[in-house]
């Protein structure tokens, strides 16, 4: 029996590989990485504030389909390609979240898909 259910919506882009947008497990909502691509497919802006904006919406709409929102993230994981872009980042990720803040995990990696700044990827619960 697979209690694992795929969350899927339109307002953000879809998934450019063998993976769903998120899962459903239980009581949590797991997304995947999210890039600043918009529900079209389209890259957004080369300037980190706007890709940080872009990949935190995604992951809003995302959980929003699945009957959660970002006041229900516990966990982030934010994937940089220049930890330089941190207190940019940090700037517009303090616009999606209020406390008590989820807790959160920020690297730097050598490159990133479709040639982005920064990946995204959250646990919330079902409100």
């Not at 998934?15 to 600043?36: C, D, E, R």
């Not at 979240?97 to 989820?102: C, G, K, L, Q, T």
Request: proline share 6%; with cysteine; hydrophobic share 35%.
């Amino acid at each position: 029996m697979n209690d694992l259910e795929k969350i899927h919506t339109d307002k953000s882009p879809a998934a450019i590989g063998p993976y769903s947008q998120a899962i459903k497990l239980g009581n949590l909502i797991i997304t995947s990485g999210q890039i600043p691509f918009t529900a079209e497919g389209k890259p957004t802006n080369k300037n980190i504030k706007d890709q940080t904006r872009q990949s935190l919406t995604n992951i809003k709409n995302i959980l929003e389909e699945a009957g959660s929102g970002m006041d229900r993230v516990a966990k982030c994981t934010v994937f940089l390609d220049n930890m330089d872009d941190f207190s940019d980042m940090n700037e517009i990720y303090q616009e999606f979240f209020s406390e008590p803040y989820p807790a959160r995990s920020a690297v730097e990696v050598a490159r990133l898909p479709k040639g982005v700044m920064i990946e995204i990827e959250a646990i919330a619960t079902l409100k």
